[in-house]
């Protein structure tokens, strides 16, 4: 009976994972933030009308939830994003939970279209960055990024507007420290009280190793 359960258990695990790969996934249940953990301030998190609202001080959500085990390491991540005057934000990806502070690990793919800091939506944050600004504060886009090997794609309402090879960047410092392409979970980041900013979906597609 033990080995029958184990077997059962076994083929339900696979079945999950290979379900998992090559299929869009829907990280945002619309309704909490269940799936989540929240860094610093959890109130910098809300959901309003079935969208996630980033408002207040700095504060970083990480995907904690069972798709891949929140590990990913080839895939796709595409969010709906809005953003309001002066707002920064940014997708944290091959990143893991930390209690407080600018994640350590994982690049930030920069949401900023009209903030100060001048590395705009698209950057990957300090490793290369994007002074074009591609969409309007109000507005309702795609931000769709692809990690491929060593190859971080960034793409904007369809456009590629990055692409940063990690092999071929010798320095690999950015202004935030060493990182690198590996594995991790996603974050999304609350910067600063002033910074309005909406996720409406976060989708992710696990690729082959």
Request: proline share 2%.
């Amino acid at each position: 009976m033990k080995t029958l359960l184990t077997l059962c258990c076994l083929i339900a695990l696979t079945s999950s994972v290979s379900a998992q790969s090559g299929e869009w996934i829907e990280l945002f249940n619309g309704k909490n933030m269940d799936g989540w953990k929240i860094s610093e301030n959890s109130q910098s998190f809300q959901v309003e009308d079935g969208v996630i609202k980033v408002a207040g001080p700095r504060g970083h959500a990480f995907y904690n939830g069972e798709v891949a085990n929140h590990d990913f390491n080839n895939f796709e991540v595409i969010a709906e994003v809005k953003t309001m005057p002066g707002a920064n934000s940014g997708i944290f990806i091959h990143t893991q939970y930390q209690e407080d502070g600018w994640p350590n690990v994982g690049y930030e793919i920069q949401v900023n279209q009209s903030h100060g800091d001048w590395r705009k939506t698209g950057s990957v944050y300090s490793f290369q960055d994007v002074r074009d600004v591609y969409v309007e504060d109000g507005e309702w886009y795609t931000e769709h990024i692809i990690v491929q090997g060593d190859v971080v794609t960034v793409k904007i309402n369809g456009e590629t507007v990055n692409v940063y090879d990690q092999s071929k960047d010798e320095n690999r410092k950015g202004e935030l420290g060493t990182k690198k392409v590996d594995h991790g979970t996603i974050a999304l980041q609350a910067h600063d009280p002033k910074s309005v900013i909406y996720y409406k979906s976060v989708k992710v597609k696990v690729l082959p190793d």
